[in-house]
């Protein structure tokens, strides 16, 4: 159910942009800026929740994670400004970017010996919650207005929230003294930044983030330049987030399976290259054949995530690596969609943008040959809290 809230204000509002503009006053200019925060308030949450975590446990983390999800989807319907619209979007963002760092070593703590399937469980929760949206945000946007299309999902953040109450008092306060999945000793903070794998995760994870959040901003917006409806561009980017179920299913058992995975890597950028080349030339050529690719080639996003886990012996080293690999993730990727935005406006054509976007799968094929090598976290110099782990 956590899950389930992590991606819902991305593609809710996706569709809607250009209509929300129209009502409140925003232009062209500021679809990139809302582009863009989901990422930079992602990578501030991978930094920022390991400070929560010590502070509150993982458990009170996420279920503070899932009021500020469903507290921001709901005050942001209100909103009557650019300003106002931007700051709640910023508050839901950040509570689902605190989920997605908590809920990796949430899943170390209580699924050790089920890691590939209860990984897939989550992710699958991760792609519905990007695929229902954008199919219905248009829809409901029709029926009843685009507040109502934007405030229903605050509904799922607050019913996700219930479990954890649950879990808590089942707890009883012990939650906040179990470390079992906190990277407890100072220096591995320290040491994770000086790790060639943590940067390689970091580098595929924040790039696959950086072309998958551009892709969302303006595949609407590239399609109605060539002659679609707005209609069809929201089912354009539910079709695209409903493509990475497949991985979600898949790739965590595939990678689990894999001593070094990195050829899936390589299929993957191989993909995106291919519906690149299809949105440039023939946009509206076989739409539907570029879209599928290119949801296929966001693959390395639960790959990512399963590494995680699959890189590291300890419960303190899924967190450090969780909280890393996001952090700077979603901070390298935070430019994605304003800059591919910015390289239209200058250039008046998609050309150059989808270059950029080219630029981004090499530095993505460059970190994943460190993130796939079969080693793990703790026994890399400069790690070795994971050889005294109790």
């Known amino acids: 159910?956590?899950?389930?809230?992590?991606?819902?204000?991305?593609?809710?509002?996706?569709?809607?942009?250009?209509?929300?503009?129209?009502?409140?006053?925003?232009?062209?200019?500021?679809?990139?800026v809302f582009g863009m925060l989901p990422t930079v308030m992602f990578g501030f949450a991978g930094l920022l929740t390991p400070v929560l975590v010590r502070r509150f446990g993982l458990e009170r983390t996420v279920l503070i994670a899932m009021l500020l999800a469903g507290t921001g989807s709901l005050v942001r319907a209100f909103a009557h400004g650019t300003g106002e619209l931007l700051g709640f979007s910023a508050v839901v963002l950040l509570g689902m970017g605190v989920g997605n760092v908590v809920i990796p070593p949430l899943v170390k703590r209580y699924f050790a010996d089920r890691l590939a399937a209860i990984s897939s469980l989550y992710i699958v929760m991760v792609q519905l919650s990007t695929v229902i949206p954008a199919f219905i945000a248009v829809p409901l946007e029709q029926a009843h207005g685009w507040r109502i299309s934007l405030g229903v999902w605050a509904l799922v953040g607050f019913a996700a929230a219930v479990p954890w109450l649950f879990v808590l008092r089942d707890r009883e306060?012990?939650?906040k003294h179990d470390v079992t999945a906190l990277p407890a000793e100072s220096h591995t903070t320290t040491a994770i930044w000086r790790s060639p794998l943590a940067w390689g995760m970091a580098a595929m994870f924040g790039m696959t983030s950086l072309t998958t959040y551009a892709i969302f901003a303006w595949l609407p917006k590239i399609l109605a330049d060539a002659g679609?409806?707005?209609?069809?561009?929201?089912s354009m980017v539910g079709l695209f987030a409903l493509m990475g179920l497949i991985p979600a299913l898949g790739a965590p058992t595939v990678v689990s399976r894999m001593r070094n995975p990195f050829p899936v890597v390589v299929g993957c950028v191989a993909l995106f290259v291919a519906a690149f080349a299809g949105l440039l030339i023939a946009p509206m050529g076989a739409p539907v054949l570029w879209v599928i690719l290119l949801g296929l080639g966001p693959s390395t996003f639960p790959m990512a995530l399963t590494l995680i886990n699959l890189r590291t012996r300890t419960?303190?080293?899924?967190?450090a690596?969780?909280?890393f690999t996001q952090g700077v993730g979603y901070a390298l990727a935070s430019v994605?969609?304003?800059?591919?935005?910015?390289?239209?406006?200058?250039?008046?054509?998609?050309?150059?943008p989808f270059e950029m976007l080219g630029v981004a799968l090499v530095?993505?094929?460059?970190?994943?040959?460190?993130?796939?090598?079969?080693?793990m976290l703790e026994d890399c110099p400069p790690f070795r809290f994971g050889a005294r782990a109790k």
């Open 1 to 32: 159910m956590s899950a389930l809230t992590l991606r819902s204000a991305v593609t809710a509002f996706s569709p809607l942009a250009e209509s929300i503009g129209a009502d409140i006053g925003y232009g062209t200019a500021i679809v990139g």
């Open 173 to 175: 306060g012990r939650d």
């Open 228 to 234: 679609a409806s707005a209609a069809f561009g929201g």
């Open 315 to 319: 419960p303190q080293g899924s967190a």
């Open 321 to 323: 690596l969780s909280g």
């Open 336 to 352: 994605g969609p304003l800059l591919f935005g910015m390289l239209h406006s200058w250039t008046g054509g998609w050309l150059i």
């Open 363 to 375: 530095i993505l094929l460059i970190g994943a040959w460190q993130a796939c090598k079969p080693r």
